[in-house]
């Protein structure tokens, strides 16, 4: 088969994949967002003092106060499970944008600093603006996210001979381990490291109100972003040049997609914590199933995200209880294989 023959079969693949599977998106959404349901029921009655289901109906939609059970399902656990769920979308949806924004499969906030750089300036926040609100914090989280993925990008656009995929991930890894580093640093040094051993381990264990009501509009803001520009970064996808050459104004999607990174990854740390890997692997099971068109992608990664995350929190009590698992050390079990499979695959071409 020629050169040029292959190009063609080639492109002919790459636009039956951007169509998208229309049916198969459907079914995962609903039957995802079902499975999700339930396993959030499954993480509100499993804990230290187990609670049926029953009891978890009555006490979410017949509260009585006077009930020790339905105080713990209303204010310790909804909470929880819901932050569980919203963090695993908003992580899922920042490395979906990623990977078709850079075209690079090893994209994703773990990985490219974003989340070692909200981590960063929460122990900033913890040193030197102690007793800081959580509306605070969360803004030197979503200051943090940007300064790790400026940097990265910084580094990366030096490298020599272009900005492989492969290159772009090792400038991430090196640049969180020393965000990381100096995290540690400043943790010991002035005494806060207690209080920043939550956020590196991972965790939405103690997850109240208060979070849900400042992450949920992130929630709203961030995913309406990303369905505006879902049809445009798909595009993207296929190139910069295919891009422009349908009229694709580039520099407005990048940006935009760059403030959905940066809300959702912002607010994902600043409440769970440094969570990795998911914005990685579910990004490219999505895209398995559903194609490369990102109007489906979008919605998929945040089921499939918020599924995972916390069916993860429910392993993370179950493995060793009473004491609680990092849930950071459960995505890595399932995360790590695969970013070592992706980047043997990607470094072919190094």
């Given at each position: 088969m020629s050169v040029r023959?292959?190009?063609?079969?080639?492109?002919e693949q790459e636009e039956r994949e951007v169509k998208g599977r229309p049916l198969v998106a459907s079914f995962i959404i609903i039957a995802g967002t079902i499975a999700m349901l339930l396993a959030m029921a499954a993480s509100v009655s499993l804990g230290a003092a187990d609670i049926d289901l029953k009891t978890v109906w009555n006490g979410v939609f017949h509260y009585n106060e006077e009930l020790t059970s339905h105080q713990i399902i209303q204010e310790l656990r909804m909470p929880?499970?819901?932050?569980?769920?919203l963090v695993g979308g908003f992580l899922a949806i920042s490395g979906s944008i990623m990977q078709g924004m850079t075209r690079n499969p090893l994209a994703s906030p773990s990985?490219?600093?974003v989340t070692d750089g909200s981590t960063f300036m929460i122990a900033i926040?913890?040193?030197?603006?102690?007793?800081?609100?959580?509306?605070?914090?969360?803004?030197?989280?979503?200051?943090?996210?940007g300064l790790g993925a400026g940097i990265v990008f910084l580094v990366g656009a030096f490298s020599k001979g272009?900005?492989?995929?492969?290159?772009?991930?090792?400038?991430?890894?090196?640049?969180?381990?020393?965000?990381?580093a100096l995290s540690s640093g400043i943790a010991i040094h002035y005494?806060?490291?207690?209080?920043?051993?939550?956020?590196?381990?991972?965790?939405?264990?103690g997850t109240q109100w208060l979070q849900v009501k400042f992450v949920f509009p992130v929630a709203i803001i961030g995913l309406a972003l990303a369905f505006f520009i879902a049809r445009s970064v798909t595009i993207l996808?296929?190139?910069?040049?295919?891009?422009?050459?349908?009229?694709?104004?580039?520099?407005?999607?990048?940006?935009?997609?760059?403030?959905?990174?940066?809300?959702?990854?912002?607010?994902?740390?600043?409440?769970?914590g440094s969570v990795?890997?998911?914005?990685?692997?579910?990004?490219?099971?999505?895209?398995?199933?559903?194609?490369?068109?990102?109007?489906?992608?979008?919605?998929?990664?945040?089921?499939?995200?918020?599924?995972?995350?916390?069916?993860?929190?429910?392993?993370?009590?179950?493995?060793?209880?009473?004491?609680?698992?990092?849930?950071?050390?459960?995505?890595?079990?399932?995360?790590?294989?695969?970013?070592?499979?992706?980047?043997?695959?990607?470094?072919?071409?190094?």
């Open positions: 023959a292959q190009r063609i079969n080639k492109q929880r499970a819901i932050v569980a769920a990985i490219m600093g926040a913890f040193a030197f603006f102690p007793g800081l609100n959580y509306l605070g914090l969360m803004s030197f989280s979503f200051v943090g996210a272009g900005l492989s995929p492969v290159k772009l991930a090792l400038a991430g890894t090196a640049v969180g381990a020393l965000l990381s005494e806060v490291a207690q209080d920043m051993s939550f956020w590196y381990a991972g965790g939405v264990a996808s296929l190139g910069e040049s295919v891009a422009k050459g349908l009229g694709q104004r580039t520099g407005m999607v990048k940006v935009l997609g760059t403030v959905v990174v940066l809300l959702m990854t912002g607010a994902a740390v600043s409440v769970a990795g890997f998911v914005g990685l692997v579910v990004p490219h099971i999505t895209r398995f199933l559903v194609g490369l068109d990102y109007k489906w992608i979008v919605p998929c990664s945040a089921v499939l995200g918020g599924l995972l995350l916390v069916m993860a929190d429910i392993g993370a009590r179950m493995i060793n209880p009473p004491y609680e698992t990092p849930l950071g050390a459960i995505t890595a079990l399932v995360g790590v294989p695969f970013f070592l499979y992706l980047a043997r695959k990607e470094g072919r071409g190094l």
